[in-house]
């Protein structure tokens, strides 16, 4: 069974830092894609960084910011955040493409974590 659970999330002011896990199971890393999303209260999920054998990619609004990395022998994906902003705070999920390239659309994933919120305080 493909689980993904998501931790990490919290309360930091503009300008700090918090680094996202999200630990895998069910399923390896080789040739899958692994996201992470967020969605701020009244907004759409928007892919924000995705890691994938073809590499890393990342939404404009946190690059240079952002960094995702993975470490296999913990089946785990992290997201560091660093020069938090206010517009960063929401809830924050990650999702595997079993088999799939990497893509920061939301519709291309199968399956999904829970959410952790971050929340960033001006």
């Known amino acids: 069974e493909v689980q993904l659970q998501a931790s990490g999330g919290g309360l930091v002011q503009a300008g700090g830092s918090l680094r996202l896990s999200c630990a895998a199971s069910g399923f390896t890393f080789d040739n899958n894609a692994i996201g992470w999303f967020r969605q701020a209260p009244g907004k759409e999920r928007e892919g924000v960084s995705v890691i994938s054998g073809s590499g890393t990619f990342y939404a404009d609004s946190v690059k240079g910011r952002f960094t995702i990395s993975s470490d296999h022998a913990k089946n785990t994906v992290y997201l560091q955040m660093n020069s938090l902003k206010p517009e960063d705070t929401a809830d924050y999920y990650c999702?595997?493409?079993?088999?799939?390239?990497?893509?920061?659309?939301?519709?291309?994933?199968?399956?999904w974590g829970q959410g952790t919120l971050v929340t960033v305080s001006s």
């Open positions: 999702a595997a493409g079993l088999g799939k390239l990497a893509s920061l659309r939301a519709t291309w994933y199968e399956y």
